[in-house]
């Protein structure tokens, strides 16, 4: 408990007290101004679109790596975790390096909006992929069988018996996409260019010496993590249940 | 279920091609411009006074990092798997705040509570131990932010395997000591190993909390991801070959840590 307080709790207080030391008016007019609410709405919307197309490529994914088999599948497997394994700079390199500005494909996303979701979609790939792998793995596949002996055509086997099952897994792995892509830094930093990420924001405020609009900025983003956090925990305990 | 054919080869396809051209491809083509020069420029570029000493501080950073959130998370697990006492559910709720936190606030944190002015900055200043903008703060920073990773792969094999063993090793006279170094810290091993794994990638490959509490001087407080970052932002948009070689450095690094990965992963599949 001592060594979370040093660590961890003290810390995060200190960044709280921060945003609320001039009172809760200028707390408002640091998030109220523009650039920060627009920072705010670029990373949630950029974050909500990532949790969406991750949670279908990753329950796909999960599905290929399940079902099918094929040579070079366990390499497949393994080179899931590459994105917890390899270094988020560099991440963000690889992906400057494929399309950026000297290209070898001629795509030139690199410093847009795309160039974010496309590396958030890289560092955040394996939490659906995990989270949905093992639960299909256990899925009984009698009850699909049974199901098709009924008459059910494949569609209505996936949607009415399949994914009610798989449906904890995929939000809980797209929640947790979600609230990593909510703070990222790492893989954006050399490759959001002028697109204003609130985590961005918050570096540039510290380095100019804001620390007060940085902090105002950081309780918002707390917030929000800390409820996509609580909702998961929530979830957690119902299917312990 | 029997997909035909046809869907089967379809969703394979869809799969792998996402795959490649989100993981495979861009990390291809760091390696291709690392050593299109040949591999003694990029050599050259990997060894030169700066980068070696950014490998070696990002080494010291991670042994002591590692260690400690490694104590520090079998005891946690213990408590959260093991006690009763009532600030259990509280330690369990906050042990995954790191993971939630962006690393930006991290190092935000960090200056105000460590920093000149912060809340115990200046006592640790006056005794003239400078924490933030020098090795120390990079330390605090990497542990907070793969702290985590030990507590989250350990507490589910510690539920998992029950205390019957432990509790018949206690009724042979067994010491609680004894019990946890001969009974539990075997049947957990492949947990606590994948949890090191996961917590040293991490440590090798942070950026943003450290960047924020790093003075970002070469040769004393720059890690390898930082000197990558400090080089790309001071070229501009013209990522060079030094750039691409100390990005290889650290992907080598990480393979070798993704291999570690799905060494104990499958060992520790195999235990449950």
Redesign the interface.
């Given at each position: 408990m001592l060594y979370m307080s040093v660590f961890v709790l003290i810390p995060l207080a200190a960044v709280v007290v921060k945003a609320f030391s001039s009172g809760l008016g200028t707390l408002w007019s640091s998030i109220d101004n523009t650039p920060a609410v627009r920072a705010l709405v670029i990373t949630l919307a950029a974050s909500l679109i990532v949790a969406a197309i991750g949670a279908v490529m990753g329950t796909l994914v999960a599905w290929v790596l399940v079902r099918d088999s094929f040579p070079g599948k366990r390499f497949v497997n393994a080179l899931i975790d590459l994105p917890f394994a390899l270094p988020t700079i560099v991440a963000g390199l690889t992906l400057i390096a494929l399309y950026g500005p000297d290209s070898p494909v001629g795509i030139h996303l690199a410093y847009t909006r795309g160039a974010v979701i496309v590396a958030l979609l890289f560092v955040t790939l394996p939490f659906v992929v995990r989270s949905v792998q093992p639960v299909l793995i256990e899925l009984d596949k009698e009850v699909e069988e049974a199901a098709a002996s009924l008459g059910a055509s494949n569609t209505t086997t996936f949607r009415r018996i399949v994914l009610p099952a798989l449906r904890p897994a995929i939000f809980s792995g797209a929640a947790l996409a979600f609230a990593r892509s909510i703070g990222e830094f790492g893989s954006l930093a050399l490759i959001a260019g002028k697109v204003q990420i609130a985590s961005i924001v918050i570096y540039d405020d510290i380095e100019s010496g804001t620390e007060q609009s940085a902090a105002a900025l950081s309780v918002v983003l707390m917030l929000v993590a800390l409820l996509v956090l609580f909702v998961l925990r929530r979830i957690g305990s119902r299917i312990d249940r | 279920?029997?997909?035909?054919r046809r869907?089967?080869l379809s969703?394979?396809l869809?799969?792998?091609a996402?795959?490649a051209l989100?993981?495979?491809?861009?990390?291809g083509?760091?390696f291709w411009?690392t050593f299109e020069h040949g591999v003694a420029t990029a050599w050259s570029y990997m060894t030169t006074p700066a980068a070696v000493s950014a490998f070696w501080l990002t080494v010291l950073i991670a042994v002591i990092a590692v260690p400690l959130n490694t104590i520090?998370g079998v005891g946690?697990a213990m408590v959260i798997a093991r006690s009763k006492a009532r600030?259990r559910s509280v330690?369990d709720?906050?042990?995954?705040?790191?993971?939630?936190?962006?690393?930006?606030?991290?190092?935000?944190?960090?200056?105000?509570?460590?920093g000149q002015g912060?809340?115990f900055g200046d006592v640790f200043l006056n005794n003239g131990i400078r924490i933030i903008y020098a090795v120390p703060g990079m330390v605090?920073a990497t542990?907070?932010v793969s702290?985590p990773f030990v507590v989250r792969e350990v507490t589910p094999v510690l539920r998992e395997v029950g205390d019957e063993q432990e509790q018949a090793a206690a009724t042979l006279g067994a010491s609680s000591w004894q019990t946890f170094w001969r009974v539990t810290l075997p049947t957990i091993r492949w947990g606590v190993a994948y949890g090191v794994v996961?917590t040293t990638?991490r440590a090798?490959?942070?950026?943003?909390a450290v960047?924020?509490v790093s003075s970002n001087v070469a040769g004393s407080t720059l890690t390898?991801?930082l000197l990558?970052?400090q080089r790309?932002?001071q070229i501009g948009?013209?990522?060079t070959t030094s750039?691409?070689a100390l990005?290889t450095e650290?992907?080598v690094l990480?393979?070798a840590?993704?291999?570690l990965?799905?060494m104990f992963?499958s060992r520790r599949e195999d235990a449950r």
């Amino acid at each position: 408990m001592l060594y979370m307080s040093v660590f961890v709790l003290i810390p995060l207080a200190a960044v709280v007290v921060k945003a609320f030391s001039s009172g809760l008016g200028t707390l408002w007019s640091s998030i109220d101004n523009t650039p920060a609410v627009r920072a705010l709405v670029i990373t949630l919307a950029a974050s909500l679109i990532v949790a969406a197309i991750g949670a279908v490529m990753g329950t796909l994914v999960a599905w290929v790596l399940v079902r099918d088999s094929f040579p070079g599948k366990r390499f497949v497997n393994a080179l899931i975790d590459l994105p917890f394994a390899l270094p988020t700079i560099v991440a963000g390199l690889t992906l400057i390096a494929l399309y950026g500005p000297d290209s070898p494909v001629g795509i030139h996303l690199a410093y847009t909006r795309g160039a974010v979701i496309v590396a958030l979609l890289f560092v955040t790939l394996p939490f659906v992929v995990r989270s949905v792998q093992p639960v299909l793995i256990e899925l009984d596949k009698e009850v699909e069988e049974a199901a098709a002996s009924l008459g059910a055509s494949n569609t209505t086997t996936f949607r009415r018996i399949v994914l009610p099952a798989l449906r904890p897994a995929i939000f809980s792995g797209a929640a947790l996409a979600f609230a990593r892509s909510i703070g990222e830094f790492g893989s954006l930093a050399l490759i959001a260019g002028k697109v204003q990420i609130a985590s961005i924001v918050i570096y540039d405020d510290i380095e100019s010496g804001t620390e007060q609009s940085a902090a105002a900025l950081s309780v918002v983003l707390m917030l929000v993590a800390l409820l996509v956090l609580f909702v998961l925990r929530r979830i957690g305990s119902r299917i312990d249940r | 279920m029997t997909v035909s054919r046809r869907t089967t080869l379809s969703l394979r396809l869809v799969a792998l091609a996402y795959l490649a051209l989100l993981l495979l491809l861009p990390v291809g083509v760091v390696f291709w411009r690392t050593f299109e020069h040949g591999v003694a420029t990029a050599w050259s570029y990997m060894t030169t006074p700066a980068a070696v000493s950014a490998f070696w501080l990002t080494v010291l950073i991670a042994v002591i990092a590692v260690p400690l959130n490694t104590i520090f998370g079998v005891g946690a697990a213990m408590v959260i798997a093991r006690s009763k006492a009532r600030g259990r559910s509280v330690l369990d709720a906050l042990i995954d705040l790191p993971f939630v936190v962006s690393p930006v606030i991290v190092g935000l944190a960090l200056i105000l509570v460590y920093g000149q002015g912060g809340w115990f900055g200046d006592v640790f200043l006056n005794n003239g131990i400078r924490i933030i903008y020098a090795v120390p703060g990079m330390v605090i920073a990497t542990v907070f932010v793969s702290l985590p990773f030990v507590v989250r792969e350990v507490t589910p094999v510690l539920r998992e395997v029950g205390d019957e063993q432990e509790q018949a090793a206690a009724t042979l006279g067994a010491s609680s000591w004894q019990t946890f170094w001969r009974v539990t810290l075997p049947t957990i091993r492949w947990g606590v190993a994948y949890g090191v794994v996961l917590t040293t990638a991490r440590a090798l490959g942070e950026i943003g909390a450290v960047l924020v509490v790093s003075s970002n001087v070469a040769g004393s407080t720059l890690t390898l991801p930082l000197l990558l970052y400090q080089r790309d932002s001071q070229i501009g948009s013209q990522v060079t070959t030094s750039v691409y070689a100390l990005a290889t450095e650290l992907a080598v690094l990480s393979i070798a840590v993704l291999l570690l990965m799905t060494m104990f992963g499958s060992r520790r599949e195999d235990a449950r």
